[in-house]
Structure formats: structure tokens, C-alpha cells
């Protein structure tokens, strides 16, 4: 351990410890739960010390051979995401925009061309398609599992049609980490010959009865943004796909078209590498990423076997796993603001993903709707409410999260 780490890990549990004190002491003088220390919503702090000096270490090996650009842990990081989901190429890229944007680039979407994707999600899915001219159709969500609903495609295709535009593909999101409902929407794409391309930027680690996100549709993107499941520290991202032909592509688009070398430029692209720096960071994250989706489950099992009664708790598809990157639940919408409030008094954080659906935002109205319109994604921005949810919660602080809403709620 260095010098400077050994003692960023000590202030950090000198921290810990304060917070532990002022907790107990807090207790001790019988002072109400609103007094008690807040809680994070998502804890980095605690995997940073569980990591130890590992990823100081990594740092420091990029700082001395200096490859910033491309260096051997951009190499080496690949081959870890390739062994861990199964896909025969990953691409790391800057960030989980670009990804998404990378693999839309790459099946040559453009005006006139409709990409049908879900309303209720962040803005990225749709920004992506808007970049190349091509229309965002938005599709409505299944209001158990927050994900695309199949019905609701099949209505966006004729929208598609009926507007003048030509159904190219289908870009679900696996939203809150849980996979779309793949075996209901690939058929739907066959039977309209539509590209299926998953946004995966919460998703990276779930499965779907036994095919893993990476695998899933022609290519998947996902995002290393610092609070999702797997998260670097700064901005990053990845395409995934079994295609050699697109892999290709992709490749040679996150470094301005490039062909043989990078004075030769095939086709236009743009700066998408990953930093070497953040590649370090995640190969070391990811040797612990599958304990830590353990622990995420956990948590999730026991908020969702007691929360059952007081609120929509999410409900995984059979057969499917979520990482669990949001614990969302829904409420009636009268009682979300007061549940939000009377969590906060408690020193609970939570969050609302997504206050307003896409095709009610400025940027998106315009945009084609699924048929009539979009009850769910209208009805669910008013309810829904996500809870801390990472996986060094610990079970008192899971007890002070579920009692919390039951006293809301019951
Ligand atoms: C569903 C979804 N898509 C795309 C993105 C974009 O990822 P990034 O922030 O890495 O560009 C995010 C990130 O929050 C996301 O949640």
C-alpha cells in the first residue's frame, strides 16, 4: 500500500468510524430515527474500501507505462468482458451514449428510418437515434416489469408505417437491470425484419433464462457511468456482439473510421475510446462484480418480501435476473411525494426514475407515439420511487429502509 493510499484509507475509516460513533451516541441518547445518520443511496465509498489499495495499484502501473490511449489494459479488459458475458466481441467505449450511438452508426441508420424504443427511460436511448436523423417511435412499458411492452411494439410498428416512416429496429432497455422480455419481443422483430439491439446501460450482469446480457438481439451497449452495477470512475462504456462484421465496424468508428492504421480513415467516426485509466479501474471492479451482484439480490429478496404489502415491488420475469442497478417500487401517486418526505426525515435517500416519460419531455414531444398514446409510462412516472439499493447495505440499514416505508405507507 502507498503512503497516500494508506492514508486516504484511513481518513475513509476515520470517517467511518465518526459516522459509526455519532450513529451510537445518537442511539445512546434516545434521539429520534430522523436524527440518525443519512444513508447513501449508492455506496461507493464502502467498495473503495473494500478494494483496498488494488486499484491505487492500477493506477499507478497506467501512470507508469503511460499509455493513456489504448494501452494494455484496454486490451486486457476486453477479454475479461468477453469471458464473463459470453459475447464474442466487446468494445469498450467512452461512454454508454456513444455505445449505443456506436452500434446505430455502425447498422447505417438514417432519415426516414423509425428505431422503436421504449419512452420510459433516460434520454440517451432516444438522444442516439436523433443524432442520425433517423425517428425515435416511442413504445409503451408492461407496468410489472417497467420494460417494453410486446403489444404496445406491434401498435408502434403500424404508427411507424402510418407516419411514412420504414421500421428498421428495435432498441429495448433493460431498465433497473432486469432484461427486457426477450422471448416476446424477438418474434415480434423476426416477423417485421427488424435489427433488435438492447440499451443495457443498467443491465450489464443480468441474464435472461440463460442468455447473457452482451448476448442478447444484434448488439448490446452498455455504460460504466460510476453508479451503475459496474461502474468506473468517470465516463466509460461498451458494445457488445457476436457479429464480426459489426464488431468491425464498431472498431474502427470509435477511432474516427479508421482502417488499417489511424492516418487511414475508411469511413467517418468519432473519438469513442475508453481511457486506459478507466479500463484499470474496471478490470479490477470486475473481479468483484459478481459478489456484489450477490449481495444486490440479496437485498432486493428482502425488500421484496417485505415491501410486498405496502407497495408494487418489481417482479422479475421467471427464468431472468436483474442487477438490480434501481429497487424501484410503484405507490398510488397521491402518496409518492409524502413517502418521499417521510424518508428523507428519516435520513433515507431515494429517487425518482423517471419523473416525466420521454415523449412528454421538450426535446422528444414531437416524436411518434405507440397508437393511442402511452397510459403506463404516463401513469408509472407518477408512482414510481427507487430506494437505496447497493451491495454493501447492511441488514440494519435494510431494516431502517423497510420499516420506514411500512410506517409511510401502512
Ligand atoms: C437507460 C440508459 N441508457 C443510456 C445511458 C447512457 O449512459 P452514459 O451516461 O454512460 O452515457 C444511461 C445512463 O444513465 C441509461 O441509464
Redesign the pocket.
Known sequence: MTEQSRHRNEVHRSDVMTDMHRHESASRAGKSAAVRKPMAFIDLEQQRLRLGDSIDRAIQRVLEHGNYIMGPEVGQLKENLTQFCGAKHALTCS??????GLILMALGIGPGDAVLCPSF??A??AEAIVWFGATPVFVDIHPHTFNMDPGSLEAAIRTAAADGLKPVGVMT?D?FGQPADYDRIEPVCSAHRLWLMS?A??SFGASYKGRNVGTIGIAT?T???P??PLGCYG???AVFTNDDGLASVVQSLRIHGQGTDKYDNVRIGLNGRMDTLQAAILIEKLRIFPDELERRDRVACRYNSELAGFARIPEPIEGASSVW?QYTIAVPAGRRNGLAQGLKARGIPSAIYYPMPLHRQIAYREYPVAGNGLPVSERLAGEVISLPMHPYLEDPEQERVIEAVKAELG
Open positions: 461512454n454508454g451514449t456513444d455505445a449505443l427511460t433516460f440517451a436511448t432497455v431498465l440499451d446501460a443498467q451497449g455504460s460504466f457511468y453508479a451503475k465516463d466509460g462504456g442497478a
